[in-house]
C-alpha cells in the first residue's frame, strides 16, 4: 500500500474536501505525489510566464480557497511519460466513478487537464496540463 509523504499531504490540505477524498483514495491504489494545491498570486504569475498555465492570477482553480484543483503525478515522478499520466488518469476516473456511486461528489464534475472537453480525445487540444485535476 502507498502513502502520500508529508509534503504531499500538505499541499493536498489546501484543496476542496472532495479533492482530498479522491486522490486520498486514490494513493491506496497507485503511486502518485501531489505537486500542487493552492496557487497564490506570486506561483500563478510564475506558471503563467512559463508557459504552464494559459491563465492569470486570479482565474486559477488553483488560486481559490480551497483550490479546486491539485496537480498530481505518478511516483516516481515521471513527467514526460505520457503512458504513466494515461494509467494514473484511468485509476482517478475509476475512482472518481465510484465516488458518484457512493453519492460523494456533491454534484461536481471532475476535468483532467490531458482532455479538458472530456470527449475522449486527447489530439483536438492546444495546450495539455497532464498532471492537471479539477472541480466543475
Not at 511519460?81 to 482517478?92: E, T, Y
Not at 458518484?100 to 479538458?116: A, I, P, V
Request: charged residues 30%; negative net charge; glycine residues 6%.
Amino acid at each position: 500500500m502507498y502513502k502520500f509523504g508529508k509534503t504531499s499531504l500538505a499541499r493536498l490540505s489546501t484543496a476542496h474536501a472532495i479533492l482530498q477524498i479522491l486522490f486520498k483514495r486514490l494513493i491506496l491504489r497507485t503511486d502518485c505525489s501531489i505537486t500542487q494545491g493552492k496557487r497564490g498570486k506570486e506561483a500563478q504569475t510564475l506558471v503563467f510566464e512559463r508557459g504552464l498555465s494559459r491563465v492569470e492570477w486570479p482565474n486559477s482553480k488553483h488560486n481559490s480557497t480551497p483550490s479546486m484543483a491539485v496537480d498530481v503525478v505518478p511516483w516516481p515522478e515521471k513527467w514526460s511519460s505520457v503512458p504513466a499520466f494515461l494509467n494514473l488518469k484511468d485509476i482517478v476516473l475509476d475512482e472518481w466513478a465510484k465516488m458518484e456511486k457512493e453519492n460523494l461528489t456533491q454534484g461536481f464534475t471532475l476535468r483532467w487537464g490531458g482532455d479538458w472537453d472530456g470527449d475522449g480525445d486527447r489530439e483536438d487540444q492546444t495546450f495539455d496540463d497532464l498532471p492537471h485535476w479539477e472541480l466543475i
